[in-house]
């Protein structure tokens, strides 16, 4: 069975740090190009971060840039996302995604994980 599967999400007061996982099982997503995602009660899922397969290249949401950061180990075939300086805002399940295309934009992922919550409190 393929999947991605996080962790490291939790509740944190505002100003705090945590930091997500994904690691893949049932195939190898080392080559696939990774992102992060967020859905907040009441909106839409949005794009937060994504990073290339040679992690040479990142793009962020301007609303986390400067306090997320997004990386990989390719050898461990797992994600991470960095999350700094929360607020409350931040709050969500985040998921995160792969796909085989190289670009970086936000559409057009194939894989899914099913979210883990990160609740920021004020």
């Known amino acids: 069975q393929v999947r991605l599967v996080e962790s490291g999400g939790g509740l944190v007061q505002a100003g705090g740090s945590l930091r997500l996982s994904c690691a893949a099982s049932?195939?190898?997503?080392?080559?696939?190009?990774k992102a992060w995602f967020r859905q907040a009660p009441g909106k839409e899922r949005e794009f937060v971060a994504v990073?290339?397969?040679?992690?040479?290249?990142?793009y962020y949401a301007d609303s986390v840039k400067g306090r997320f950061t997004i990386s990989r180990d390719n050898a461990k075939d797992t994600l991470y996302l960095q999350m700094n300086s929360l607020k409350p805002e931040d709050t969500a399940v985040y998921y995160c995604?792969?796909?085989?295309?190289?670009?970086?934009?936000?559409?057009?992922?194939?894989?899914w994980g099913q979210g883990t919550q990160v609740t920021v409190s004020s």
């Open positions: 990073i290339s397969r040679s992690a040479m290249n990142t």
């Open positions: 995604a792969a796909k085989v295309t190289y670009d970086l934009g936000p559409v057009g992922y194939d894989y």
């Open positions: 049932g195939r190898t997503f080392s080559s696939y190009t």
